[in-house]
């Protein structure tokens, strides 16, 4: 089965927590904190893979979760830090945000390409030792790793599209240059997924794609044309596959218009590709219909050749132009990484710090993801610690909407599984 566009959820680890921990040792007085710091959460990284060909895998698993780092500990031992995950994907595959469309990643090469970072792991009480605060009873939690939704599209890495209507022998054209064995019969839609082979020319070779039929409307999801339009893309040049005998009742020059207005359609870049044009099943057509379409091509400046990929006339002649044109073309197409944008950058800041307050009988109940990690580390019965709590419960803008709201003096306040009353 051909899968060339599934979501998933991905999630980098978070960071271990920083240990609270104090020296201990014979004859050694008032040892002082020793607590390690946390270890970095796993990254989620991407990496291209030549043996597979679809992402049918992403259809049973949608949900990838990076390890956390460890946990510091005691004498200023840090937590390990976790190898990055690795998720593999066939070559050319696209990474894009599933709520923006933003590019995240093109996975075209061999190197590796960090998605999703782990987070990094938090201090340990060593570090929040001073001469006035000497026995620090807190530690910081580790960092939450990136999540994302994500959309993997795949775009086929090939040199040469094939194009055209159906049943005009594509699949028989890559059947005869290359290696390929697709299914060939005389019915329309014959080719269900795209088929790559390799065509050899002497110590050159290339890459080439037969897309199943396009058809009038395929750019707007008719047919099967528009499930694949997006694997022309990547392609150096098009050869557009016409049948010049007319046998199914159809124009030549009509057929020749319409799939490049489908082209168009789907992409302005696209239909600007080289594009040679080759006059299929000639075997079948008379004089005067190849020499009417050969001057209709001529006229537009394109290459024309006229081929029977059934009997491999003209096979040879196409190919040659063909090996010629990659010559002089620059490398398949890359997609760049989008940045983000400022409202983006604004969005997921405000996403880090983001609580909100309920106020359910006579409780006022907080619900703020990120502050678990850090009640983990407070230390409920330490002045200093509790202080710390309380920094940050005002920097965050918690107080103060607790304040908005119209708390009073000793009014519960929960948060989690913890609960104290306000004093102002």
Known sequence: MFVDKVEISIKAGNGGNGAVSFHREKYVNAGGPDGGDGGKGSDIVFVADDNLSTLIDFRYKRKYVAPDGENGGARRCSGKSMEPTVIRVPRGTIVKDAHTGRVMADISDDEPVVVARGGRGGKGNQHFATPTRQIPRFAKPGFPGEKFDVVLELKLLADVGLVGFPNVGKSTLISVVSAAKPKIANYHFTTLTPVLGVVKRGEKSFVMADIPGLIEGASEGIGLGHAFLRHVERCRLIVHVVDVSGIEGRDPRDDFEKINLELANFSE????????????????????????????????????????????????????????????????????????????????????????????????????????????????????????????????????????????????????????????
């Open 269 to 424: 870049e696209l239909a600007e590709s080289p594009q040679i044009v080759a006059a299929n099943k000639s075997d079948m057509a008379t004089e005067e219909q190849i020499a009417e379409f050969r001057e209709y091509i001529e006229a537009k400046g394109l290459p024309f050749f006229t081929i029977s990929a059934a009997t491999t006339q003209g096979t040879d002649a196409l190919i040659d132009c063909v090996t010629e044109e990659l010559d002089k073309l620059p490398p398949a197409k890359r997609f760049e990484v989008q940045p983000l944008t400022l409202e983006e950058l604004e969005k997921m800041e405000s996403e880090k710090h983001s609580f909100t307050v309920q106020k359910i009988d006579d409780v006022y109940v907080v619900d703020a993801e990120w502050l678990a990690p850090i009640l983990m580390t407070v230390n409920m019965e330490d002045y200093e610690s509790l202080q710390y709590f309380q920094r940050v419960l005002r920097s965050s803008g918690i107080i103060d909407e607790l304040e908005r709201q119209g708390i009073q003096e000793d009014d519960l306040v929960s948060i989690f599984d913890f609960e104290f009353n306000y004093i102002r």
